[in-house]
């Protein structure tokens, strides 16, 4: 079986003696002559919550919408639980969708909208009540029982969504983008909320989102999608400090990107040249065994200023100052290039630094990345 | 802006009072008058013209219960009413068939609904006896495959009615239930098979229900006209089953009864009345309980 991506092939992880959950077997989607996704495979484990992340455009809701049943993959098979389900249409798969818009029915009441699956599958009256009861107890809804979802907040419709998918006790859940429509405050409460209730339940959660601070947040592991592909496949502490190439870097978290060439690539580390005509040994995990011209990455927050500098040291000029409270983010200017730098405003009293200003920074060359291609 | 709100509408309401108010009172007035003996009415204040809707009168003046023209009102509500189920029945599906083609396609098809309007109701029901007259288009087709010989007349009866009333006033029932059926949010859809809905289940508990208003309308602009109806009852029924619309003609016209004819146009008037009074109660009813 193809994989793409480095989660679940790469060493030291117990994965591959968990339970698939879903297996995507070499599945790709064309809209007419629009390749919306290239051929991808990769294994979704139970109690797992696994995000699909991506810019719009990437991918990643035509990959739920599969799941759902909603769309129909061009070529490959998807696997739920050890069955093809490929064949069933979407009422008959055990998965269930909290969409985007949560999509509540406005002619019935919150209860009525939970029933609903339930009533579907038949289940007796008594079942579906208790269940009922016991998924707006979850959600903290009990309240608002005979409500229509017209009067309630957006956060208290999230859950109602939540409630809902949940109830049917779905192999999987699939969230397709359930906080976009929240504000800012009300979203990262229910990020807390969405991940204790997926420990709370161990339910197999596929959420999909562009946000990679959410996606960061929540997930076991990410799936990063870009231009119809798998960038890459990680839990987030590997794409966020070992992407596999530049569109991961770029997409997570903000990072410096210089062009380099490869001198030698030894296991772990790598020997590089910047443009500044200085020699490296950085990190690496994806560069190819006959790459010549590499991206190194950056991240801001792994340079230090001033007092702070070690490792490599250069020298640069402060070109822009931006405080957003609790970090302060500088773009520097050392020779042609422009280095952004973030340093956590540890100390009250200490001033930013002046535009203008004449400083210096450094970097440990194993907190740098070199990228695959 | 008072004074401008005044003036501004004084037209509108001055055409109201002169084209309906007055006309309904002067209806309601000659359904309460004498029958003149050459046609028109005098007036003198008489409730005959309705008495005689439920009663009969004697040769020596006593009154007998005569059911003839119940019969008639029956008749008339009861074809308003298959009319209203067929055009519903018919104009969900083709609505619904609208709403999933293109954008240039719908506005094509929606103008084509619309199209019967542009030509003279009589011409268009008239088609319908070129269709299903003899050595019509569907006789001569039938006979043509060679499958059926002998015929029975398609026309003046019940059937050959409904049809060109269905005919009629469908455009009416499609509109409103192509507006409601474009507004419905597909994603309800998706959810209600996402959430183990069958397609018939997602008809039944999803879709029907929040296209409920447009079928309502729907029929509501369907019914109404079609208590009144008189050309398909005289030119496809073959005149000989009477409904209101052909009763309140006849006494205006051959029978000169105007005052009967006018207490029929009242009572037809009282029956729309009612049942829209029926959809308001019904409409206010849930508007409460969607406050509650």
């Known amino acids: 079986m193809i994989r793409a991506g480095t989660g679940p092939t790469r060493k030291g992880t117990d994965l591959e003696t968990r339970k698939k959950a879903v297996e995507i077997r070499q599945v790709s989607k064309m809209f007419g002559t629009f390749q919306a996704l290239e051929t991808v495979s990769f294994d979704i484990y139970d109690n797992e919550f696994f995000t699909l992340l991506g810019p719009s455009g990437c991918g990643k809701t035509t990959l739920l919408r599969m799941i759902a049943g909603f769309e129909e993959p061009s070529t490959g098979q998807i696997v739920l639980h050890g069955n093809d389900i490929q064949a069933l249409p979407p009422h008959k798969r055990r998965v269930n969708t909290v969409f985007q818009s949560y999509a509540l029915f406005p002619h019935m009441t919150l209860e009525q909208n939970i029933a609903y699956a339930l009533e579907n599958l038949g289940w007796p009256k008594e079942m579906i009540r208790a269940r009922v009861a016991e998924m707006l107890d979850l959600v903290h809804m009990s309240k608002f029982a005979r409500r229509k979802p017209q009067q309630l907040s957006g956060g208290q419709r999230q859950r109602i969504a939540l409630a809902r998918a949940l109830a049917p006790e779905p192999e999987v859940l699939l969230l397709d983008e359930p906080l976009s429509a929240l504000d800012l405050k009300l979203r990262q409460a229910m990020r807390e909320e969405l991940r204790a209730l997926q420990r709370q339940t161990g339910l197999t959660f596929v959420f999909v989102t562009h946000d990679q601070e959410e996606a960061l947040d929540m997930s076991d592991r990410i799936c990063v999608l870009g231009d119809g592909r798998i960038q890459q496949l990680g839990t987030p502490r590997e794409v966020y400090e070992d992407p596999s190439n530049r569109f991961v870097a770029h997409f997570i978290g903000e990072t410096n990107f210089f062009d380099v060439d490869v001198l030698s690539v030894e296991g772990d580390m790598a020997r590089v040249r910047t443009p500044l005509g200085l020699d490296l040994t950085a990190s690496q995990k994806h560069v190819a065994a006959d790459q010549s011209r590499a991206t190194l990455s950056l991240r801001p927050e792994k340079i230090g200023l001033e007092e702070q500098a070690t490792g490599e040291i250069l020298t640069g000029t402060v070109t822009s100052t931006n405080y957003l409270g609790g970090y302060t983010y500088y773009v520097i200017r050392v020779g042609e290039a422009d280095i952004r730098v973030s340093r956590r405003n540890a100390m009250s009293h200490v001033p930013s630094l002046a535009e203008g200003a004449t400083v210096r920074l450094g970097f440990l060359p194993e907190s740098a990345r070199v990228l695959g291609q | ?292």
Request: hydrophobic share 55%; with cysteine.
């Open chain 2, 1 to 292: 802006m008072r004074d401008f709100r005044f003036w501004g509408l004084l037209p509108a309401h001055v055409l109201m009072a002169l084209t309906l108010i007055v006309p309904i009172l002067i209806i309601v007035a000659v359904s309460f008058s004498t029958r003149g003996a050459y046609g028109g009415f005098e007036f003198t204040f008489t409730t005959d013209a309705y008495r005689q809707i439920l009663f009969n009168e004697g040769w020596t003046g006593e009154l007998e219960f005569n059911p003839q023209y119940l019969y008639i009102i029956g008749r008339t509500v009861l074809l308003a009413c298959c009319t209203t189920f067929l055009c519903m029945a018919l104009a969900f599906p083709i609505a619904y068939w609208i709403t999933l083609q293109g954008h240039k396609a719908r506005v094509i098809l929606l103008f084509a609904v619309t199209l019967p309007f542009w030509v003279s109701m009589i011409v268009r029901v008239y088609a319908w006896l070129i269709i299903l007259g003899n050595d019509g288009v569907i006789e001569k087709g039938l006979r043509l495959t060679g499958l059926v010989d002998d015929l029975p007349s398609l026309l003046f009866n019940n059937g050959a009615m409904l049809a060109g009333m269905v005919y009629s006033y469908i455009p009416l029932m499609i509109l409103p239930v192509f507006a409601s059926i474009e507004k419905l949010d597909p994603a309800l859809i998706e959810a209600s098979h996402d959430l183990h809905g069958s397609r018939w289940v997602t008809l039944r508990r999803i879709i029907l229900p929040l296209c409920w208003p447009g079928l309502v309308a729907g029929a509501i602009l369907v019914f109404v006209p079609c208590l009144g109806a008189v050309l398909e009852p005289v030119l496809l029924g073959g005149g000989k089953i009477l409904m209101m619309g052909n009763l309140i003609q006849m006494q205006f016209g051959g029978a000169r009864n105007w005052p009967f004819g006018a207490s029929i146009a009242i009572v037809l008037m009282c029956l729309v009345m009612v049942f829209l009074l029926l959809n308001g109660l019904r409409a206010t009813r849930k508007a409460m309980e969607e406050m509650a």
